[in-house]
């Protein structure tokens, strides 16, 4: 099947730094990206979905000011979370789907290993 | 909206045994359903998606899936449980959202234990 990676895996930073995680399709061009954020124990939560050179579309209830999404490429996509707090730890899980356009079926997504944040 | 029910939290059966994962969907239209697997600090791995055509769908690992359209349900079966198996299992519904665009909507999740 089609892997996505992402980068780090874990990170841990100070309160009020800036954080980016990185998200790439390996073997396939994802023109949509999806990031989740899943606190433990409990399912995954959408926060955005972004096509390829497009703005991201936040879900209610996400500050789009905080968690910056760039879909640059048919191959990456990058969260960055901007002046971290605690409440922000979480572990982030992205994932593609390439649809028709990417030679893939338009409704399967390809889920990336997650990044674990941790905010002092 | 489309929305996902996963009754049961949490599961614990013995190897070896069989194994049913409730799930019950909402949506307007015919819905296109996955079952995920995801160990402890993982991601998801997909086991099994219906789309259409024949309801019983067979997946990785030996799971399989029967959608059933008059319960609004898509409850995962394995005949025999192995060890190995014990996860969070997750379920999710794909559809169209009210501003157009396609994404997936998550169960709770149902975390499975096998005793030995």
């Known amino acids: 099947g089609a892997v996505v990676s992402q980068h780090p895996s874990w990170v841990i930073c100070k309160s009020g730094t800036s954080v980016k995680i990185e998200c790439r399709s390996l073997?396939?061009?994802?023109?949509?990206m999806f990031w989740y954020r899943q606190f433990p124990k409990q399912s995954l939560m959408l926060m955005a979905t972004?096509?390829?050179?497009?703005?991201?579309?936040?879900e209610q209830g996400v500050e789009k000011d905080k968690f910056l999404i760039n879909h640059a490429s048919l191959t990456l996509s990058t969260l960055t979370v901007t002046s971290a707090h605690p409440e922000d730890s979480s572990f982030y899980i992205c994932?593609?789907?390439?649809?028709?356009?990417?030679?893939?079926?338009?409704?399967?997504?390809?889920f990336g290993p997650g990044t674990r944040l941790t905010v002092l | 909206a489309q929305s996902v029910t996963q009754p049961d939290i949490h599961i614990t059966v013995s190897e070896g045994a069989s194994l049913e994962l409730r799930c019950n969907y909402s949506?307007?239209?015919?819905?296109?359903l996955f079952w995920y697997v995801q160990s402890p600090g993982q991601g998801l791995q997909l086991l099994l998606k219906?789309?259409?055509?024949?309801?019983l769908v067979q997946g990785i690992k030996g799971f399989e899936a029967e959608f059933k359209r008059s319960q609004s349900s898509f409850n995962l079966r394995k005949p025999s449980v192995h060890w190995s198996d014990a996860a969070e299992y997750f379920c999710?519904?794909?559809?169209?959202?009210?501003?157009?665009?396609?994404?997936?909507?998550f169960g709770k999740g149902t975390k499975l234990s096998v005793i030995p």
């Open positions: 073997d396939f061009q994802a023109t949509t």
């Open positions: 972004s096509n390829e050179g497009s703005k991201a579309t936040y």
């Open positions: 949506y307007g239209a015919t819905p296109y």
């Open positions: 219906y789309f259409s055509g024949d309801t």
């Open positions: 999710a519904v794909g559809a169209y959202s009210g501003a157009g665009s396609y994404q997936l909507t």
């Open positions: 994932s593609g789907r390439p649809g028709l356009a990417g030679g893939g079926a338009l409704y399967e997504q390809f």
